[in-house]
C-alpha cells in the first residue's frame, strides 16, 4: 500500500490570477485552433468543445447545433446510422464534427467497420472514431486500438478514459491513439467513485496527461467536471486541447427523449451510460458479476442549445480577456492558477 501525500486539484479549488492585457473586447479573442494529429496524420481547425457519448445528449440534433458553431458531437455507440444518413446535408454539415464511438468487443469492431463502410459509401467520411470504456487501464483497450489504427490508419482516434501519465504514453506509443480521453469518475451522473472509490481530481488528471501527450505529439480530452463555463477554461488552462461536456448540454430541445411536465414544470431525462437505466436499455439488465456505476436524473429543460453554447463560449473568451490570450491556443501557456480555499461568495445560493 502506497499513499500520495500531493494534494490533487479540481476546478473548485482554483482562481485564473488575471494579467495585465492588450484585450479590450471579448470579440478579439479567436477560439478555434488548428490541431495536426499524430499518429493518423490528420489536420482538423474548429472550436475544440465537444458532446459527450451519451444517449441523452448527442443526438443528430445535437449534431446540428454544434457543427454550426464548428464544434464537435461524439455520438454514443447506439446511435442510429440510417438516421445519420438520412438526414445528412452536405451543404451545412461536415464529417469534421463528429465522432463515432465503439466498445472493444469483437462485435463492437464489426458493427464499427459496418458503420463506416454504410457513411463512406452515402459520401459522408468519418473522421474520428472514439473508443470509449469506463476503465482505460485495462490491457485490451491498448490491444483493441492498434487493431483500429492497423484497420483505419488515417482516422483520427480518440481513447479513453484514464487519469494518469504513464497510461496515456502507453495508449499514444503502444495504441497510436491521437487523443487521450480524460476523467474517470468526476461528471454527475457518474458513481464510479462512490462504488468503487476510484478516480482522481479533473484539473490534476488533466495537467499531468496533458503534460505527458503533449511531451509525445499527442492530444487530450478533459472529460467531466465542468459545471460551469469557467471550468471549461479552467480544463483549456491546465493544457485540454478538448472540453467534452455531458450534464451542460443535458436538458436541451436537442437532446434525446420527451419533455416531461411535473408541477408546472418541465424535465428531460438525463442518465450515466454505466446506469442502471442504460444497461437496462442495451443490456436488458444489470449483469451479475457488475453493478450500475451511474444515476438517473430529471434536468430542467433548457430550451434551444445554442443559447448554452453562447454562455459557454463567452465564458471562455472573457476568460481570455482577463489573462491577456488573444488566441484560444494561448490560454495554458498564459495560466497562473491560484488555489484558493473558496471560490465565490456564497451568501445568495
Known sequence: MKIENEIKLDFKDVLFRPKKSI????????LERTLKFKNSGQTWTGV??????????????????????KCITCFHKYIDIDEIIKKWDSTCMSSDYFALSTGITDNDFARLEHNIKLLDTRGIKVKFICI???????????????????????????????????????????????????????????????QTGVGMPQLSAVIDCAERA??????????????????????????ADFAMLGSMFAGHLEC????????????????GMSSDTAMNKYHGGVASYRSSEGKTVKVPFKGPVQD??????????STCTYIGASQLSELSEKTTFIKVNRQVNDYYK
Open 23 to 30: 484585450l479590450s473586447s471579448r470579440s478579439e479573442v479567436n
Open 48 to 69: 475544440p468543445l465537444m458532446s459527450s457519448n451519451m444517449d441523452t445528449i448527442s443526438s443528430f440534433d445535437m449534431f446540428k447545433g454544434l457543427c454550426s458553431n
Open 132 to 194: 470509449d470504456v469506463a476503465n482505460g487501464y485495462m490491457l485490451k483497450l491498448v490491444q483493441f486500438c492498434k487493431k483500429v489504427r492497423d484497420r483505419f490508419p488515417y482516422k483520427t482516434i480518440i481513447a479513453g478514459n484514464v487519469v494518469s501519465s504513464e497510461i496515456t504514453e502507453e495508449l499514444i506509443i503502444s495504441g497510436k491513439v491521437d487523443i487521450v480521453k480524460v476523467g474517470i469518475g468526476s461528471g454527475a451522473v457518474c458513481t464510479t467513485r462512490l
Open 214 to 239: 503533449h511531451l509525445l505529439g499527442g492530444h487530450i480530452i478533459s472529460d467531466g467536471g465542468a459545471c460551469f463555463p469557467g471550468d471549461i477554461s479552467k480544463a483549456y488552462g491546465g493544457g
Open 256 to 271: 434525446p427523449g420527451e419533455i416531461v411536465e411535473e408541477d408546472g414544470k418541465k424535465y428531460k431525462l438525463f442518465y
Open 308 to 317: 448554452t453554447i453562447n454562455n459557454i463560449l463567452g465564458g471562455v473568451r
